[in-house]
């Protein structure tokens, strides 16, 4: 059971835009900065978002996050085969004095 | 360019230790803690703790308390993870990732670099 809560699938077709929730409360997503993560099949994850929006160099414009409470979500427009991946998002916790995951959501280009 | 090489792929019997290492190289070893992160066969990613390079204290999460261990040589700016008495639910991928300083709810950023990740299977 994961501190944070994604769902566990997403898709879409090419071009379509799509978006990906992290649920969690005020002693994380509340009250700390949100991370991104990317992880194609087989390789390790990628971090792609961090301080909610930022986007790490060379992480197309396509990939946009926002914070808003305790939520969190990754946007994902002009969707391609290429983004066929998982994504999780992490934070800290206050509460337990560490950093959390959510626990991932794959997203499917159909 | 910032690099975490891990070490190979492990396989071992129930109750056995094992030592999974993480060479970095391109950054200052010592300025930024190591995390480790477990991720089960088809599950999502665990954080397991931290290391702090500059003194050598360890920080577990709950869930990896008593039989788990981080180490370091920064000698060859190495960091190690240990666990000992394998259980079959051992069996994952570990990941060494790099963390912001004295990390905190004012922590911008984290886990900027991965290893490529150690496949360790535990099997009688």
């Known amino acids: 059971q994961s501190v944070l809560t994604q769902p566990p699938s997403a898709s879409g077709t090419p071009g379509q835009r799509v978006t990906i929730s992290c649920s969690g409360s005020?002693?994380?997503?509340?009250?700390?900065?949100v991370n991104w993560y990317q992880q194609l099949p087989g390789t390790a994850p990628k971090l792609l978002i961090y301080s909610h929006d930022q986007r790490t160099s060379g992480v197309p414009d396509r990939f946009s996050g926002s914070t808003s409470g305790t939520s969190a979500s990754l946007a994902i427009s002009g969707l391609q085969s290429e983004d066929e991946a998982d994504y999780y998002c992490?934070?800290?916790?206050?509460?337990?004095?560490?950093?959390?995951f959510g626990g991932g959501t794959k997203l499917t280009v159909l | 360019q910032v690099l975490l090489v891990q070490s190979g792929s492990e396989l071992k019997k129930p109750g056995a230790s094992m030592k999974v290492s993480c060479k970095a190289s391109g950054y200052t070893f010592t300025h930024f803690p190591m995390n480790w992160v477990r991720q089960a066969p088809g599950q999502g990613l665990e954080w397991m703790g931290w290391?702090?390079?500059?003194?050598?204290?360890?920080t577990y999460a709950q869930d990896f308390t008593g039989r788990f261990g981080f180490s370091l040589d920064t000698s060859v700016s190495t960091a190690y993870l240990l666990i000992d008495g394998l259980k079959s639910e051992d069996t994952a991928l570990y990941y060494c990732?790099?963390?912001?300083?004295?990390?905190?709810?004012?922590?911008?950023?984290?886990?900027?670099?991965w290893g490529q990740g150690t496949l360790v299977t535990v099997s009688s």
């Open positions: 990732a790099r963390g912001p300083p004295h990390p905190s709810r004012s922590s911008a950023w984290t886990f900027d670099y």
């Open positions: 992490a934070t800290w916790d206050d509460s337990l004095n560490g950093w959390v």
């Open positions: 290391i702090d390079t500059s003194t050598g204290n360890p």
């Open positions: 005020s002693s994380n997503i509340g009250s700390s900065f």
